[in-house]
């Protein structure tokens, strides 16, 4: 099973774009992979996924304004967050889906976008 490590999250103003990484241990070819939040007081929720074929979804919230990418190559997903909103603020947390193995989570970065 891969670890996956989030980096890139930080303080941005409102307007402002930030770019989260997932770096994983291994290869991640055959897992979906995802991008998850939790603001303080409400659930998980799914912010956008890319799946082993390339194809993505994302929540209503971050459509036109974040766009999932994979690198397998380099093991790695990317967030890519533009035009943020204070509502945006929260732990983002990468997920890896393995058919097989299951499920991996990251420790999370904070994303606050306030001015």
């Known amino acids: 099973q891969v670890q996956l490590v989030e980096s890139g999250g930080g303080l941005v103003q409102p307007g402002g774009s930030l770019r989260l990484s997932c770096v994983a241990s291994g290869s991640i070819s055959f897992y979906s992979m995802g991008w998850y939040r939790q603001a303080p007081g409400k659930q998980r929720e799914l912010v956008a996924a890319?799946?082993?074929?390339?194809?993505?979804n994302y929540a209503d919230s971050v459509k036109g304004r974040f766009t999932i990418s994979r690198d397998n190559a380099k093991n790695t997903v990317y967030l890519q967050m533009n035009s943020l909103k204070p509502e945006d603020t929260a732990v983002y947390y990468c997920k890896g889906g393995h058919p097989l193995l299951g499920d991996r989570w990251g420790q999370g970065t904070q994303v606050t976008v306030s001015s």
């Open positions: 890319i799946r082993s074929s390339g194809s993505t």
